[in-house]
Nanobody
Framework: QLQLVESGGGLVQPGGSLRLSCAAYGFTLDYYAIGWFRQAPGKEREGVSCISSSGEVINYADSVKGRFTISRDNAKNTVYLQMSSLKPEDTAVYYC?????????????????????WGQGTLVTVFS
């Protein structure tokens, strides 16, 4: 069974940091583009960041540029999202998703680009 498991969420004060992990089980992430998404209460899901299977293409939402960093460790079959300078508006459930593309440069920032595997989400709460 193909599965993605997010972890690393929690409570943090504004200005703090968290590192989210997205671990794959049942398949190898090497050939998959990975996207991070988030959904706050009452809001639509939005793309946060993505990384192509080659790692050469990385995209960030404007709202997180300069604060979040995505990376992948294929040896650990895990993708990370390092979040710094967190703000209350970053509060949301964060999801990762994986999709296999022919091109190793694909890096979609929309949920429609990931029809494959989605994780169950991890909650990030930024409070003062």
């Amino acid at each position: 069974q193909l599965q993605l498991v997010e972890s690393g969420g929690g409570l943090v004060q504004p200005g703090g940091s968290l590192r989210l992990s997205c671990a794959a089980y049942g398949f190898t992430l090497d050939y998959y583009a990975i996207g991070w998404f988030r959904q706050a209460p009452g809001k639509e899901r939005e793309g946060v960041s993505c990384i192509s299977s080659s790692g050469e293409v990385i995209n960030y939402a404007d709202s997180v540029k300069g604060r979040f960093t995505i990376s992948r460790d294929n040896a650990k079959n895990t993708v990370y999202l390092q979040m710094s300078s967190l703000k209350p508006e970053d509060t949301a459930v964060y999801y990762c998703a994986a999709e296999k593309y022919y091109s190793d440069l694909m890096c979609p920032m929309t949920g429609g680009g990931y029809l494959g595997v989605w994780g169950q989400g991890t909650l990030v709460t930024v409070f003062s």
